[in-house]
C-alpha cells in the first residue's frame, strides 16, 4: 500500500503518469534508431507515428535546447526565459498565430496527422522522462497540437508585412520617440539558401539531379533520416522540432526551398474613431467595432516572474500592429495553418511528380519557393505556393487602404497561375532568394506575365553567378554539382573592384594617394575568387565600408535591387570617395591586426566551442581558417561572419548548413556536408568533426539504403535505452 501511495507522487513530480510511461515504452519498442559513423540518426519505425516518435527522440539527443527554444519562441514565451528584453517579441508572436485556432485545428484534424502529432509530443516527453539529468529551460511537458503553430516548415519565420518588433512597441508602449531602424541592402542579402536542378538532358549518368543547400544561421538543422514500414523512406534536413523532412529527398523525387519575397501578406490602413463611447473602425462608410484581446505576457526578473498586460486590437483584417502618424496598420497574414503542415508532411511521401505536384495545391508553404528534381527525369521551379488574389490597381508593396472592400482578397491563385518553370529546354534551374526570371537563363518566364505581388523579388549577386556557372558546364555528375555550388566567384567585386583601380590610375585631383599603390596591385592583380588570400580580406573590408553609400543609390526609387545599385554606384561614385575609404580600411586593419596585408584566412575564421545556443568565440583557442565570403557578393557557399566583443577575429555565424546533392536514378545516390557536426554537446565525437571538411567543401556518402547504413553502423538503440 505504502508503494502505491509513493509511486503516483513521484510521478507527478515528473509531470507523467505511470499510463503515459507505459505507453511510450511500447512505442520505443517499435523503433530502432542507427547512428551511422558522423552520428546521424536513422530512424526505423513500423508506423510513420513511430518514425515520428524516434526522430524526436533523437533530436533530443542531439540538442534539446534547440528544440525547446524554438517552440518557447513560437509560444510566445521568451522573455520567461531572457528576460522583458524580449516583451515585444513575444508580444508580436502572440498578436500574429493565434494559439486558440491551433488547438481547434488540432482537435479537428484527419487522424493520421493527429497520430504524428501526438507521436512528435510523445517522443520529447518521453526523452525528459528518460533523461532526468536534462533540465529544461521552461517547458517540461510538449503538447501534441505547438507544431499546428506554425505553417510551412520555417519554425521561426513569421510574416508581418514589413511591420516590426520595434513598430509593435512603438504602439503598444506609447513611445513615440522609437525609430524604425531599416534593414540595409547587404543586410538583407546574407542570408538566404540556394537550389539547383539538372535534368537528364544534361547529366553525365542521363538522371536528374537536385543540389539542396540552405543558408541559415549555424546549426540551425541536423540531418536525419526516417523509415517506416508504412512507406515512409526520407532522407535530409529538420529544423529542431520539427517531425518530417524539410528540405530533403525520398526514393523518388528530391525538394529544396529557397526564402522567397512573394506576396502573402498585407499591411492596411486602418481609420481607428470613437463614436457614442464605442471605439471602432471605418470600413466601406460605416463604423465597425474593433476586437479586444488581453493578452499578459510573463518576464523574469532578478526577483522571480513578473508580468506585463496589452490591451490588442483586431479588426477583420488581423491584428493592429503599428501606428503610423494618426493611421494604424492593421495586418492580414496567414501565419500558420493546418494545410501547410499536412503539405510538408506529405511531400515526405509523394513518389512522382503527379503526388508532388498534388502537395502543392494545399497553397501551406507560405514563405518558400521550391526547386524539385525526380527519378522520372523532371526538374521543376515554383515561386511561391500561397499568393493571394488582389486587384492589380493598388500597390501591393506598401499599405494599402483598409477601409474599403476593394484592397480584400479574392482567394488564392491557382498553382498553374503562379510563376513557375517545368523542364525547360536548357535543362537547369536555380533559385538563390533572387528573381524567378532568371531562374532557368534565357527559358525562364517573362515578368510582364504576371502581377508584381506575385514576384516581386530582384536580382541578387547569388543569382548572377548561379546563371554564369549553370551555363558554363554539361555532363553534370554529383562531383559537378557540387563543384558549381562552390564557385568562389565574386561578382560583386567584378563591378567594384575594377572601379577602384580607375579612380587610382586616373586620379587627378590633388590629394596623393600613393601610398594606395601596392593595395590597388593586389586588387587589379586578383581573379575576384574568394580564398584565404591578402585581396579578399581587402575586397570585403572595402565593400562593407561602402554598403551605406551603395545602399543609398536609387533609396526613393523602389524596385531596384542591390545588383542594379552596385552597378550604378561604381559608374558614379567620385574617386576621392572609392580612394579615402580603401585608405580607411587598411588604417583600420593596420590598427587591429599590426598589418594591412593581412589574409583573409587569418580573419576569417570556423570555431565551435560551446553547445550554447548564443555562440561566444575566443582568439585564444582553436578555429579553423575559411576562405569563403557573404552571400552579398555573390559567394555561392556563404559564409557570414562578424567578430565579437572580446575578439579581434571574425567567426562566422551562418551561411552554408545543411548541403546535399542528390542523383535520382534507379536507385538514390547522395553527398553531403553539414556545418560543423550533428551533435549540440561538446563532448560528442559529433560537435564538431565535419568542421574541417566544411571549410573545404569535402562532402560525406550519404547512407540510404538500410544496408549501407548497417554497414557504417556505429550504434544501434531502441529510445529509452542507454
Not at 513611445?175 to 537550389?195: C, P, V
Not at 509523394?350 to 528534381?373: E, H, M, P, Q, W
Not at 593581412?598 to 576569417?604: D, L, M, S, Y
Not at 545556443?613 to 557570414?640: R, T, Y
Request: glycine residues 8%.
Amino acid at each position: 500500500m505504502l508503494l502505491f501511495l509513493v509511486l503516483p507522487l513521484q510521478l507527478c513530480a515528473q509531470g507523467f503518469t505511470r499510463d503515459e510511461v507505459k505507453r511510450w515504452e511500447k512505442q520505443a519498442r517499435q523503433v530502432t534508431i542507427i547512428r551511422d559513423k558522423w552520428g546521424v540518426p536513422h530512424i526505423y519505425g513500423k508506423s510513420d507515428a513511430d518514425a515520428v516518435f524516434g526522430l524526436l527522440y533523437a533530436q533530443c539527443e542531439d540538442d534539446f535546447r534547440r528544440v525547446e527554444m524554438n517552440y518557447i519562441e513560437k509560444l510566445g514565451r521568451l522573455s520567461e526565459v531572457k528576460g522583458d528584453s524580449t516583451v515585444y517579441d513575444d508580444l508580436l508572436m502572440r498578436l500574429v498565430i493565434d494559439q486558440q485556432a491551433a488547438l481547434r485545428d488540432y482537435r479537428t484534424a484527419p487522424a493520421w496527422l493527429k497520430k504524428l502529432l501526438q507521436a512528435f509530443a510523445d517522443g520529447i516527453n518521453y526523452f525528459l522522462h528518460t533523461h532526468p539529468e536534462v533540465k529544461p529551460a521552461l517547458l517540461t511537458r510538449f503538447q501534441p497540437w505547438w507544431p499546428l503553430l506554425w505553417t510551412d516548415g520555417s519554425i521561426g519565420a513569421i510574416n508581418t508585412a514589413g511591420i516590426s518588433v520595434n513598430q509593435v512597441k512603438n504602439l503598444y508602449s506609447g513611445d513615440s520617440s522609437l525609430a524604425l531602424a531599416a534593414k540595409t541592402e547587404l543586410e538583407e542579402e546574407l542570408t538566404g539558401s540556394n537550389g539547383f536542378a539538372f535534368a537528364p538532358s544534361i547529366t553525365e549518368s542521363g538522371n536528374a539531379i537536385l543540389y539542396i543547400n540552405p543558408h541559415v544561421t549555424f546549426y540551425f538543422r541536423p540531418e536525419v533520416h526516417m523509415v517506416s514500414e508504412e512507406g515512409l523512406n526520407v532522407y535530409g534536413a529538420v529544423t529542431w522540432g520539427q517531425f518530417f523532412v524539410y528540405q530533403g529527398f525520398n526514393a523518388y523525387c528530391g525538394w529544396m526551398h529557397t526564402s522567397s519575397a512573394v506576396d502573402a501578406a498585407d499591411a492596411y490602413v486602418e481609420k481607428l474613431v470613437t463614436q457614442n463611447k464605442q471605439r471602432g473602425y471605418l470600413y466601406e462608410g460605416k463604423l465597425r467595432p474593433l476586437l479586444e484581446k488581453k493578452v499578459t505576457i510573463r518576464y523574469r526578473t532578478p526577483n522571480g516572474m513578473a508580468s506585463r498586460s496589452f490591451r490588442s486590437f483586431f479588426t477583420h483584417h488581423g491584428p493592429v500592429l503599428a501606428r503610423r502618424g494618426t493611421e494604424y496598420l492593421s495586418l492580414r497574414a496567414d501565419n500558420r495553418m493546418m494545410n501547410g503542415l499536412m503539405q510538408c508532411w506529405l511531400r515526405n511521401k509523394a513518389k512522382n511528380f503527379a503526388a508532388f505536384k498534388k502537395t502543392l495545391d494545399l497553397k501551406g508553404n507560405i514563405s518558400n519557393n521550391t526547386v524539385y528534381a525526380d527519378t522520372e527525369g523532371n526538374i521543376a521551379y515554383w515561386h511561391g505556393n500561397r499568393i493571394p488574389r488582389r486587384d492589380k490597381q493598388f500597390d501591393w508593396s506598401k499599405p494599402v487602404d483598409g477601409t474599403t472592400s476593394a484592397t480584400e482578397w479574392k482567394g488564392m491563385h491557382d498553382i498553374r497561375e503562379t510563376v513557375h518553370i517545368i523542364n525547360p529546354p536548357n535543362g537547369w534551374l536555380q533559385n538563390c532568394n533572387s528573381t524567378p526570371f532568371t531562374a532557368a537563363g534565357a527559358q525562364s518566364p517573362k515578368r510582364e506575365n504576371y502581377p508584381a505581388y506575385m514576384a516581386p523579388d530582384g536580382e541578387n549577386f547569388r543569382g548572377v553567378n548561379a546563371v554564369r556557372v549553370l551555363g558554363e558546364s554539361t555532363r553534370y555528375d554529383l562531383e559537378k554539382v557540387i563543384t558549381a555550388g562552390y564557385d568562389l566567384r565574386l561578382p560583386a567585386f567584378e563591378i567594384l573592384v575594377p572601379a577602384v583601380v580607375r579612380a587610382f590610375e586616373t586620379n587627378n585631383s590633388r590629394l596623393d594617394y600613393s601610398f594606395l599603390s601596392e593595395a590597388v596591385s593586389i586588387l587589379k592583380a586578383w581573379d575576384f575568387r574568394s580564398g584565404e588570400n591578402v585581396a579578399t580580406s581587402l575586397a570585403v573590408h572595402l565593400g562593407e565600408k561602402l554598403q551605406r553609400n551603395i545602399g543609398a543609390i536609387f533609396r526613393d526609387q523602389p524596385g531596384h535591387d542591390f545588383v542594379s545599385r552596385m552597378h550604378a554606384y561604381a559608374a558614379s561614385a567620385r574617386g576621392p570617395e572609392l580612394l579615402n575609404a580603401l585608405g580607411d580600411v587598411l588604417e583600420e586593419l593596420k590598427k587591429k591586426y599590426g598589418d594591412w596585408k593581412i589574409p583573409w584566412g587569418e580573419i576569417n575564421r570556423f570555431q565551435r566551442i560551446t553547445g550554447n545556443i548564443e555562440a561566444w568565440h575566443d582568439d585564444n583557442l582553436a578555429s579553423l581558417p575559411v576562405g569563403f565570403a557573404s552571400a552579398a557578393w555573390g559567394m555561392l557557399p556563404s559564409f557570414v561572419s562578424r567578430s565579437f566583443p572580446n575578439t579581434k577575429k571574425r567567426y562566422g555565424t551562418g551561411g552554408n548548413s545543411f548541403i546535399c546533392a542528390v542523383e535520382f536514378g534507379k536507385k538514390v545516390r547522395a553527398r553531403s556536408l553539414l556545418a560543423g557536426g550533428q551533435s549540440g554537446d561538446p563532448g560528442s565525437p559529433h560537435f564538431f568533426d565535419q568542421g574541417l571538411m566544411y571549410t573545404k567543401g569535402q562532402f560525406k556518402e550519404v547512407l540510404f539504403y538500410k544496408e549501407d547504413v548497417l554497414q557504417n553502423a556505429a550504434r544501434s538503440y531502441q529510445p529509452g535505452k542507454r
